[in-house]
């Protein structure tokens, strides 16, 4: 009789195992090409899933309810995540122009996707970025002081005094700068890690075992 408890617990813990690893998702996805990506599909950040898109509509189409984030930590934690992505990808580029080109050909160019969050005063519009530039301050620095960089994909903050900016190439007024904002919609939440899932369902097995044996 111990032999079937034991073959009843073996078959709850794997069938739930299974159940709840199914639910862990797959690596983010770029969307688009390498130099023009139109948006991430399952973007992992914290315990969220996100769909982001990306796009040079004006700000108020894009974001008619305002910033999506409350804060500018939730907004940072977006942004890095967007430049690993891009990163890991193999992303040089944004609308089919060259980070690269834009950052090095004045030293004030490059290339960002930006994440509004609730406005700094002083300021109409605040954003964390995944941007690839060249660092204004220290122009002697090859590559530029981290996080800052234009070899690749780093994490920046903007500042925007204009009430409903269209973003693109030349943004805000700015030679040689191509911005995309980032809107993103809730897909879901991330489930436990593996190990963590196994110990859940093999609790569920014990509970269920302990469950008939009251029962006899």
């Not at 069938?15 to 983010?28: N, Q």
């Not at 204009?162 to 030349?170: C, I, K, R, Y």
């Given at each position: 009789?111990?032999?079937?408890?034991?073959?009843?617990?073996?078959?709850?813990?794997?069938?739930?195992?299974?159940?709840?690893?199914?639910?862990?998702?797959?690596?983010?996805?770029?969307?688009?090409?390498?130099?023009n990506?139109?948006?991430?599909?399952?973007?992992?950040?914290?315990?969220?899933?996100?769909d982001?898109?990306?796009s040079?509509?004006?700000?108020?189409?894009?974001?008619?309810s305002?910033?999506?984030?409350s804060?500018?930590?939730?907004?940072?934690?977006?942004s890095?995540a967007?430049?690993?992505?891009?990163n890991?990808?193999?992303?040089?580029?944004?609308?089919?122009?060259?980070?690269?080109?834009?950052?090095?050909?004045?030293?004030?160019?490059?290339?960002?996707?930006?994440?509004?969050?609730p406005?700094?005063?002083?300021?109409?519009?605040?954003?964390?970025?995944a941007?690839?530039?060249?660092?204004?301050?220290?122009?002697?620095?090859?590559?530029?002081?981290p996080?800052?960089?234009?070899?690749?994909?780093?994490?920046?903050?903007?500042?925007?005094n204009?009430?409903?900016?269209?973003?693109?190439?030349?943004a805000?007024?700015?030679?040689?700068?191509?911005?995309?904002?980032?809107?993103v919609?809730l897909?879901?939440?991330?489930a436990?890690?593996?190990?963590?899932?196994?110990?859940f369902?093999?609790?569920?097995?014990?509970?269920?075992?302990a469950?008939?044996?009251?029962?006899?």
């Open positions: 009789m111990k032999h079937n408890h034991f073959t009843r617990f073996v078959s709850l813990t794997v069938f739930a195992g299974a159940l709840l690893m199914f639910t862990i998702p797959a690596s983010a996805g770029l969307v688009g090409t390498t130099t990506p139109t948006g991430v599909a399952g973007l992992v950040v914290g315990s969220n899933i996100y982001v898109t990306f040079i509509d004006y700000f108020d189409n894009v974001f008619p305002g910033p999506q984030f804060t500018w930590v939730d907004a940072a934690d977006v890095t967007l430049a690993n992505v891009l890991g990808a193999g992303v040089t580029g944004l609308g089919g122009f060259s980070c690269a080109t834009l950052a090095n050909s004045d030293h004030r160019g490059g290339c960002s996707i930006m994440v509004p969050y406005t700094v005063a002083g300021w109409q519009i605040s954003t964390v970025n941007s690839w530039f060249y660092w204004q301050g220290d122009p002697s620095a090859v590559p530029p002081v996080p800052y960089s234009d070899t690749q994909f780093g994490q920046s903050y903007g500042y925007i204009l009430a409903n900016p269209q973003a693109g190439a030349n805000f007024g700015n030679n040689n700068w191509y911005a995309e904002w980032a809107s919609s897909t879901g939440t991330v436990p890690e593996p190990a963590s899932t196994f110990l369902a093999a609790g569920l097995g014990l509970v269920s075992l469950s008939r044996r009251r029962k006899k």
